[in-house]
């Protein structure tokens, strides 16, 4: 059975840092593309961005609204993906989805809420 | 980037009837060289998170009902509940994967009559 669980979201002030990881199971990790969306709090579905399996190349790709601050990256020898958020605003505050990205997205995590409050 | 239009943002329909949701890319998400259209539906049911239903365009993912089906090309896309049940009263999301950034319509809210 496939499953993600992500992990790390909590409440952060602007301009503060958090880092969300994502453990994986139930498939081959290492060949995986995988994927970041979020859903701010009564709003609709945001990609933030993916990275390739390492022998698509390991690359990133990053939305406007992150890019710059937020990175992507995985550790496929405890097969868990990562985001690192820096820089965050009020408007960040959501619910972080992990996602494993094949034709769609076709799993998705129970997901890790963020707040950004002052 | 690929702008994903909706429509309607929400639909009540009797339970055992037909509901369709339409979905309109801002540019051709059809890739010629293998003809496949680049388009994938969710359902999110409330307090869980979506799940794929849908996958170039009109490819059902393994589990997901027969009453589901989804149609379309080019910009022009739908996905049709041929018999609506209580369980498929959800929000609905196009998403478009032919180019990044990958972008989701605003979704629609399906509910019954």
């Known amino acids: 059975e496939v499953q993600l669980v992500e992990s790390g979201g909590g409440l952060v002030k602007p301009g503060e840092s958090l880092r969300l990881s994502c453990a994986a199971s139930?498939?081959?990790?290492?060949?995986?593309?995988m994927s970041w969306v979020r859903q701010a709090p009564g709003k609709g579905l945001e990609w933030i961005g993916r990275?390739?399996?390492?022998?698509?190349?390991?690359?990133?790709d990053y939305a406007a609204p992150v890019k710059d601050r937020f990175i992507i990256s995985r550790d496929d020898s405890e097969n868990t993906l990562f985001l690192q958020m820096n820089s965050l605003k009020t408007e960040d505050t959501a619910l972080y989805y992990c996602?494993?990205?094949?034709?769609?997205?076709?799993?998705w995590g129970q997901g890790t809420l963020v707040t950004v409050s002052s | 980037d690929i702008v994903m239009t909706q429509s309607p943002d929400s639909l009540a329909v009797s339970l055992g009837e037909r509901a369709t949701i339409n979905c309109k890319s801002s540019?051709?998400?059809?890739?010629?060289?293998?003809?496949?259209?680049?388009l994938a539906w969710y359902q999110q049911i409330p307090g869980q998170p979506p799940k794929l239903l849908i996958f170039?365009?009109?490819t059902r993912e393994s589990g997901v009902p027969d009453r589901f089906s989804g149609s379309g090309s080019g910009t022009d896309f739908t996905l049709t509940i041929s018999s609506l049940q209580a369980e498929d009263v959800a929000v609905y999301y196009c998403?478009?994967?032919?180019?990044?950034?990958?972008?989701f319509g605003q979704g629609t809210r399906l509910e019954i009559k």
């Open positions: 990275i390739k399996s390492k022998t698509g190349g390991g690359t990133t």
């Open positions: 996602t494993k990205y094949s034709s769609g997205l076709d799993y």
């Open positions: 170039w365009a009109s």
């Open positions: 540019q051709d998400i059809l890739y010629s060289s293998n003809n496949k259209n680049y």
């Open positions: 998403q478009q994967y032919y180019s990044l950034p990958i972008t």
């Open positions: 139930g498939f081959s990790f290492t060949s995986a593309w």
